[in-house]
T-cell receptor, first 114, second 113 residues
Framework: DQQVKQNSPSLSVQEGRISILNCDYT??????FLWYKKYPAEGPTFLIS?????DKNEDGRFTVFLNKSAKHLSLHIVPSQPGDSAVYFC?????????????FGKGTLLTVNP | GAGVSQSPSNKVTEKGKDVELRCDPI?????LYWYRQSLGQGLEFLIY????????KSGLPSDRFSAERTGGSVSTLTIQRTQQEDSAVYLC???????????FGPGTRLTVT
């Protein structure tokens, strides 16, 4: 039973355009959401996060939107750059107690073409 | 400062052998997590350590898997009698207490032949 789903295995966009990566979750106990970026042969790198009390969080070119009623979040990258090409993982946490173990989606491979 | 480090970066072992994977968390991070990523899958939680509290072992797939954390710092994940389905990238992450953002090491790629 996949609690975090990234339904698009891959996405290709032109440099300078917007990249939109989507994520759906099923567990209503999740209250914190994160996006990680992963290059081959490296560990995931934290990008941006959002608490369930917010519906938007912005950091430079990266914005995460959360729609709690739809159990959906998205990551927008504007403008997209070739260096953004990587696998992007959506992750969710139930912050009961201090254990923030993350449940991950399977990832979306983003390719930004020059 | 130094990030999370893991060793070895790659490990090839024969089925039935035991392996030990090591993780050095970021200095000052009291929370430590182990995850694994099998081919084509997302990261899967294995175990969580926080200070002197009892670890959360709920993600360990079988009793062949164990982990310890000595002195609140370095952690070792041990897999006994390895099986081919144990082949995966094993990732360690650390964080400050009560902070969801975790910082990952580069991982150990384990191949069981």
């Amino acid at each position: 039973d996949q609690q975090v789903k990234q339904n698009s295995p891959s996405l290709s966009v032109q440099e300078g355009r917007i990249s939109i990566l989507n994520c759906d979750y099923t567990n209503s106990m999740f209250d914190y959401f994160l996006w990680y970026k992963k290059y081959p042969a490296e560990g995931p790198t934290f990008l941006i996060s959002i608490s369930s009390i917010k519906d938007k969080n912005e950091d430079g070119r990266f914005t995460v939107f959360l729609n709690k009623s739809a159990k959906h979040l998205s990551l927008h990258i504007v403008p997209s750059q070739p260096g953004d090409s990587a696998v992007y993982f959506c992750a969710a946490s139930d912050s009961g107690g201090s254990n923030y173990k993350l449940t991950f989606g399977k990832g979306t491979l983003l390719t930004v073409n020059p | 400062g130094a990030g999370v480090s893991q060793s070895p970066s790659n490990k090839v072992t024969e089925k039935g052998k035991d392996v030990e994977l090591r993780c050095d968390p970021i200095s000052g991070h009291t929370a430590l997590y182990w995850y694994r990523q099998s081919l084509g899958q997302g990261l899967e939680f294995l175990i969580y350590f926080q200070g002197n509290s009892a670890p959360d072992k709920s993600g360990l797939p079988s009793d062949r898997f164990s982990a310890e954390r000595t002195g609140g710092s370095v952690s070792t994940l041990t897999i006994q009698r390895t099986q081919q389905e144990d082949s995966a990238v094993y990732l360690c992450a650390s964080s400050y207490i009560s902070v969801p953002e975790q910082y990952f090491g580069p991982g150990t790629r384990l191949t069981v032949t």
